[in-house]
């Protein structure tokens, strides 16, 4: 609302002549600013559009809020402001000017935006000039931004977290610390927290590590980033699975890597397809739990892929993304325990694991690596935040880890079981599923007579994380299928979504035996009528009595030969045509 205009007659001598009237809005403002920002950036306004020029006189604090009705000291912070970046002065006899020397701010008068009303988007926005790796890395991120979703497999159910827990020792950390968590962490991480995580990545997962060999980073992203920078060319190799995670092939192709895609088949990446060539190059797998399909890399050929990497030179990069969530039994080794040459780089993270908002994951590096990785973090963001640091390392420390890992367990191995049960009853032998003892998702083959694009967005709505198997796909052959992710779903949903895919594979089903039926029909011959037969009275009557005795007997579930069809009282056939007279073709 705009209340009257504010003008005062200054002092009682002004020596610039009397103020100028001005106009100042007092309501609400769209972006909810305090009211004093908001007379601060009216008066800005007015000065920057030429409506108060250099050396202006401007109302007495006093008077201006008078005039608005509002405190003084609204007015004075808003003048404080002002005097602050130069655009008034205050002078003791003179009071508040406009300050000299603003007539360069006049082109840009133009430029300035009404705060009475939110601004209105361009008719046409020009898109900036970028570099290469500019456009190529917006191509990337804007991909990657589309296809991220709240409910996708690296969702996890983030209300059972316990945040009573977590709140109670980040306080702690932030009374007992005091200022030292103010500053900024070493790069390379806090040392209890890397301390923490080599404990845990030795006993749990069977990594041969110590503290020093952790880095801790914000994402599995900024892992797979920082690692392509420190040890890739533009133009060198990167291997990655096929079918493969998207974001890996996103952050290599951002340092200008070269994709080699290896196939997956039942037992992992097919070693025997490695390039075999040498040279700087990089390998990309998920050895515990293959994203997407779900199968884990077979021990001879983990052992096959290590001998490769120490033949070949090549860094291995092991994404040990959701090991943790494996419901029939202990997790498996991981990769990095089983090599002896130094070429695996382990990436772990808590993000997935714990919430999503956390931004701490760790890699665990060749010795000969720590170095160029901590300094390509400080080139990229410094480092993670030391309370969060410290909070995470007590929360490792207290034991409240290994309880809230071992609910979730349960809690995620309840909906695999709800998700698999009702599937394998709902669908038949329509699909195929693929494997579901660890993670958060699980794989759907479908037939080909099935279109997956229009499966998705036939179940999008429902509540349950739903994407094409496609989609994770680099070469042309691609799969068929879906990937279900039930880590962050509702029992409701899980049960929507399974009972709706029902519906459209039975249907499906239907359409696809019913389109081969009609192939088939067309191509064979239409059956030939047969030729009246002209019959006696007795044979009819013989023929229909040798009908009734074969029901009767099937009844009992007798067969009946052609010999002893006809059979029985010749006599009492005769009789019953003579009653009933003769049958006509059909037997009646």
């Excluded at 008066?43 to 604090?61: A, Q, V, Y």
């Amino acid at each position: 609302m705009f209340r009257p205009t504010a003008q005062t007659t200054g002092s009682r001598r002004p020596r610039r002549g009397a103020p100028k009237e001005i106009q100042i809005a007092t309501g609400a403002s769209h972006d909810g600013a305090p009211l004093y920002t908001r007379i601060y950036r009216q008066l800005r306004e007015h000065i920057l559009s030429g409506l108060l020029p250099s050396g202006s006189p401007l109302p007495s604090g006093r008077a201006l809020a008078a005039d608005l009705g509002v405190s003084r000291n609204t007015v004075e912070s808003a003048f404080d402001q002002l005097v602050a970046e130069g655009y008034i002065v205050r002078r003791i006899g003179a009071g508040s000017l406009v300050a000299e020397n603003l007539q360069e701010a006049a082109p840009f008068a133009q430029r300035t935006t009404s705060l009475r009303t939110p601004p209105s988007p361009p008719a046409r926005l020009r898109p900036a000039r970028l570099s290469q790796r500019g456009t190529l890395l917006e191509s990337l991120g804007g991909i990657e931004d589309r296809a991220d979703s709240a409910s996708g497999p690296w969702s996890t159910d983030i209300d059972t977290f316990p945040r009573a827990v977590w709140n109670r020792l980040l306080a702690r950390n932030a009374r007992r610390r005091g200022i030292a968590l103010l500053q900024s962490a070493p790069q390379a991480g806090l040392p209890e927290l890397r301390r923490q995580i080599a404990e845990y990545a030795s006993l749990a997962r069977g990594l041969r590590c110590d503290a020093e060999q952790v880095v801790i980073v914000s994402s599995t992203q900024q892992a797979l980033d920082l690692i392509a920078r420190v040890v890739l060319d533009p133009g060198d190799v990167a291997c990655i699975e096929e079918p493969g995670y998207p974001s890996a092939r996103a952050a290599f192709l951002a340092a200008g890597a070269r994709l080699h895609p290896v196939p997956v088949d039942d037992e992992g990446l097919i070693a025997d397809q490695l390039p075999p060539a040498r040279g700087r190059q990089l390998l990309y797998l998920t050895p515990s739990h293959q994203f997407p399909l779900g199968v884990p890399l077979a021990l001879a050929r983990r052992l096959a892929v290590l001998a490769w990497a120490a033949k070949t030179r090549t860094w291995v990069i092991e994404d040990d993304y959701d090991s943790e969530f494996r419901s029939e039994s202990r997790p498996l080794a991981a990769l990095q325990g089983l090599d002896q040459h130094d070429r695996v780089l382990y990436i772990g993270t808590y993000n997935k694991v714990l919430f999503p908002g956390l931004r701490l994951a760790y890699i665990i590096a060749p010795r000969s690596l720590i170095a160029p990785l901590a300094a390509a973090r400080r080139m990229s963001d410094g480092t993670s935040s030391p309370l969060l640091q410290a909070t995470l390392a007590a929360f490792l420390a207290s034991g409240q880890f290994t309880a809230f890992l071992r609910q979730a367990r349960l809690r995620y191995a309840e909906r695999r079981h709800l998700l698999v049960t009702r599937a394998t009853h709902a669908w038949g032998n329509h699909v195929r599923l693929g494997p579901s003892a660890t993670g958060l998702h699980l794989v759907v083959h479908l037939p080909r007579h099935l279109n997956e694009t229009q499966v998705v967005e036939s179940v999008r709505h429902l509540g349950m994380g739903v994407s094409p198997l496609s989609r994770y796909y680099v070469g042309r052959r691609k799969k068929s299928g879906l990937l279900l992710s039930y880590g962050a779903s509702s029992d409701a949903a899980i049960i929507a979504t399974v009972d709706r895919l029902a519906r459209i594979f039975g249907r499906a089903g239907r359409e696809a035996r019913s389109s081969r039926t009609q192939t088939s029909g067309e191509q064979t011959d239409p059956p030939r009528e047969r030729p009246t037969e002209t019959r006696s009275p007795l044979e009819t009557t013989r023929e229909r009595c040798g009908r009734k005795k074969q029901r009767r007997e099937m009844g009992h579930q007798v067969s009946l030969t052609p010999t002893d069809e006809f059979t029985g009282d010749t006599r009492r056939c005769a009789k019953s045509a003579r009653r009933h007279g003769p049958l006509d073709r059909k037997g009646r």
